[in-house]
């Protein structure tokens, strides 16, 4: 790995995703330019030939397609070497009928995931199952940890991005449990008021029926 002479801080939600040179099972890739104009996901595992982190690879792997639907990619990382997740990938192939083919980063001495504080600071090198959600100009958008004995869910991670793109797109927020959310459904959230006027403009637009609002601080409209 190298890196930039960006600070050794971990990086944080908004932060620019650091600039790291690694080697995975696909070759040398630069991140995050690498994936530029392109979501993607980066997940870490505590190691290979373990059962969670296996069962996890299949579920990432079997939808796959669906990220890229989004224009996302996949990334995964741990800190055995590259011949161990060869060898891992062939044991997933040869055993559960399941080919792993997004890249794994192979980081021996943790220095990726050290730079991107994944590792558990009572466990040695193994990384936390942590998650980054990267957008397509590389900064960091959502960040998930989980501990060793809980797998992922990759169900809402596809949500997570989904809820991200939406996000952005509409300008606007992400309720609950989106798109099923029990009190607006999928609707999504306008922007609070932020001058008088604006809530003058809501609560007129609310009781013209132009505006769907509990009150003018809570308005909703459809996904564009």
Known sequence: MS????PA?????????PHLTVQTTLGELTLPQAYHGRWFVFFSHPGDFTPVCTTEFVAFERRKRDFQQMNTELIGLSVDQVYVHIKWMEWIRARLGVEITFPIIADEIGLVARRLGMIH???GTRTVRSVFIVDPEGIIRIILTYPENVGRNISEILRAVSALQAADANKAAVPANWPKNELIGDKLIVPPAKTLQEVAERKAKSQAGQL??????????VET
């Not at 990086?11 to 995703?17: E, K, L, N, S, T």
């Not at 769907?212 to 409209?221: I, L, N, P, R, S």
């Open 3 to 6: 890196a930039s002479s960006e």
């Open 9 to 17: 801080t971990a990086p944080f939600i908004g932060d620019a995703f």
């Open 121 to 123: 600071p009572t466990r």
């Open 212 to 221: 769907d609002c509990f009150d003018w601080w809570f308005c909703t409209k």
